[in-house]
């Protein structure tokens, strides 16, 4: 009987919650945890969509390698429009590399197909299907893929291509992969703007690019901070697919400094 009431003192001091003190460090506790933790984690899940979106550049550059060996060397061309520009009904890249996708019926069984996703993990845009239509679209148009096209290697698009006022330069054009000298520096795949009358298209205009600060103009047709720097900049990252089937996470100024000396879209500069 003498242990009962040591037994009831037990019991209370055991239920006994934290104090209002104890509270407050615990939560500062997991504040500091927290504060320490989300930029660590921000920027490991940055890194993972980098890393993916250039395996799905170098998996369309490899299906584009398998589609130039099929096709006597010519590169897949754009088709999808921006700016209610008729493109006349060209078939966009996104469907000519489709037999060339994992799980292509037909050809699966005879070939080795690279598992290929059109969209980049930090694809943002509004849009998708389902949401938004893409500014100045009529009829409605939506974004089908995050990736395009170099401009310069689309014998329509190209500069100085077929109707374009431009003369041509001695090599002319470039329709297929055997008229680039130096693949390993060209680029082919790129990551198109997540937002503005280009975010449906699959491919830009190089040739605009002008004017004193360049980066600014690219960034209104190419998402050329997808990947870290700041928006419109010389340091703006994004990744770029090139015709050797690599792929590679570059600096604007890396790719591009103007259209007369330096430029890895234009491949008689590429270098």
Not at 21 to 39: F, K, Q, R, T
Not at 124 to 130: A, D, E, N
Not at 221 to 236: K, T, V, Y
Not at 239 to 254: P, Q, V
Request: charge should be positive; proline fraction near 9%; hydrophobic fraction near 35%.
């Amino acid at each position: 009987m003498s242990c009962w009431p040591q037994s009831l003192g037990f019991c209370r001091r055991k239920c006994t919650g934290f104090t209002l003190v104890e509270l407050l460090v615990s939560i500062g506790i997991v504040a500091v945890l927290l504060a320490v933790l989300l930029p660590i984690l921000g920027k490991a899940r940055r890194e993972a969509n980098r890393t993916f979106c250039l395996n799905n550049l170098r998996n369309m550059q490899l299906a584009q390698l398998q589609y130039a060996h099929d096709h006597n060397g010519y590169l897949v061309q754009a088709g999808l429009s921006h700016d209610g520009v008729d493109m006349e009904g060209r078939s966009p890249w996104i469907e000519t590399l489709q037999r060339y996708y994992s799980g292509s019926a037909n050809v699966q069984e005879t070939r080795s197909h690279p598992a290929i996703t059109v969209r980049c993990p930090s694809d943002v845009s509004p849009h998708w299907p389902g949401e938004v239509p893409v500014p100045q679209s009529n009829p409605p148009i939506y974004r089908r893929t995050s990736y395009g096209i170099n401009d310069f290697l689309d014998i329509y698009e190209c500069p100085w291509g077929p109707g374009q006022a431009n003369p041509p330069p001695p090599g002319g054009w470039y329709p297929k992969i055997t008229k680039i000298k130096r693949p390993s520096v060209t680029i082919q795949f790129l990551e198109m703007a997540y937002t503005g009358p280009y975010a449906g298209s699959d491919h830009p205009h190089t040739y605009g690019w002008t004017g004193s600060n360049p980066p600014v103009s690219a960034a209104r047709q190419l998402e050329i901070h997808a990947h870290g720097g700041p928006r419109a900049a010389w340091d703006s990252i994004a990744n770029y697919g090139f015709l050797d089937g690599h792929a590679e996470s570059l600096r604007f100024r890396e790719v591009f400094r103007d259209l007369t000396t330096f430029n890895r879209f234009d491949p008689s500069l590429a270098r």
